[in-house]
């Protein structure tokens, strides 16, 4: 009897915290800062042996509303990047010593917390060439160091 008192109490609260507006919910600009890469036509590139880091990932609302991120894990390929530790610089750091040269996905997933709107999962997928030297990075493309790349998430229907 005591399990159906608590059921009953509970369930106001339960469709409280259901009832939400998904419509609500404003498009985000989510911003990936990369160390030790160099970037040309929207692509990361880094040389075979060196280090790259996670080092920002930052969310603005397109509408201003006031948007975080929470539990964030990053991927290559699809294998966990570990987390970097507690007050480094960095969010993740890893070695392309022994990555075979070649494209891979830098994936970023977690959940979107956006003020009067219901917490959304996001997935996005940032683009990274290793290459061998630094002899085949792209004609033209800057010098190795800290670069940026933006993509725009939106509600899926």
Same mark, same amino acid.
């Given at each position: 009897?005591?399990?159906?008192? *608590?059921?009953?109490?509970?369930?106001?609260?339960? +469709?409280?915290?259901?009832?939400?507006?998904?419509?609500?919910?404003?498009?985000?600009?989510?911003?990936?800062?990369?160390?030790?890469?160099?970037?040309?036509?929207?692509?990361?590139?880094?040389?075979?042996?060196?280090?790259?880091?996670?080092?920002?990932?930052?969310?603005?609302?397109?509408?201003?509303?006031?948007?975080?991120?929470?539990?964030?894990?990053? *991927?290559?390929?699809?294998?966990?990047?570990?987390?970097?530790?507690?007050?480094?610089?960095? /969010?993740?750091?890893?070695?392309?010593?022994?990555?075979?040269?070649?494209?891979?996905?830098?994936?970023?997933?977690?959940? +979107? +917390?956006?003020?009067?709107?219901?917490? /959304?999962?996001? @997935?996005?997928?940032?683009?990274?060439?290793?290459?061998?030297?630094?002899?085949? +990075?792209?004609?033209? @493309?800057?010098?190795?160091?800290?670069?940026?790349?933006?993509?725009?998430?939106?509600?899926?229907?």
């Amino acid at each position: 009897m005591k399990k159906l008192f *608590y059921l009953f109490l509970l369930l106001p609260f339960s +469709l409280f915290i259901s009832c939400s507006d998904d419509k609500d919910f404003s498009p985000v600009d989510m911003t990936i800062t990369l160390g030790g890469v160099t970037q040309y036509d929207n692509t990361f590139y880094a040389v075979k042996g060196d280090n790259v880091s996670i080092e920002d990932l930052q969310v603005k609302s397109v509408d201003g509303k006031n948007t975080a991120v929470a539990n964030v894990t990053f *991927y290559l390929d699809g294998l966990l990047l570990p987390p970097s530790f507690p007050g480094s610089e960095t /969010m993740v750091t890893f070695s392309t010593e022994n990555i075979p040269a070649g494209t891979y996905s830098i994936n970023v997933a977690g959940n +979107l +917390l956006q003020v009067d709107s219901s917490i /959304m999962n996001f @997935a996005v997928n940032y683009t990274l060439t290793v290459v061998d030297s630094p002899e085949d +990075l792209p004609a033209g @493309a800057p010098d190795l160091g800290s670069y940026s790349q933006t993509l725009r998430i939106n509600q899926s229907k």
